[in-house]
């Protein structure tokens, strides 16, 4: 587990993003935390690149879509992928 990101919900949830190691690549995940510490069912965002050049994803809420953004990589090039959710999926 690494490049953690952490975005307010409310004032209290969080969601929490980060990459996750599989055999060949990683997979970029999220989950809500409550502020009891309480985690619910995590989703897996997308499938990425484990490389360095694939760098820390992104993840903003921004009146109420969360955007999650990271690096994509394939075939040495190098594109940015977005996706989004609306905030009432995690409730």
Not at 11 to 20: A, I, P, Q, R
Not at 27 to 43: A, D, H, R, S, T
Not at 69 to 91: C, G, L, P, R
């Amino acid at each position: 587990m690494g490049r953690v990101d952490v975005s307010f919900l409310d004032k209290d949830n969080v969601l929490v993003s980060w990459m996750e190691s599989t055999d060949k690549a990683a997979e970029l995940k999220m989950v809500k935390v409550n502020k009891n510490g309480q985690k619910f069912e995590p989703i897996t965002v997308s499938l990425m690149s484990a490389a360095r050049a694939s760098g820390f994803p992104q993840l903003e809420i921004v009146n109420g879509i969360v955007y999650v953004a990271w690096n994509h990589i394939e075939d040495k090039i190098t594109t940015i992928k977005i996706k989004n959710f609306d905030v009432d999926d995690f409730n």
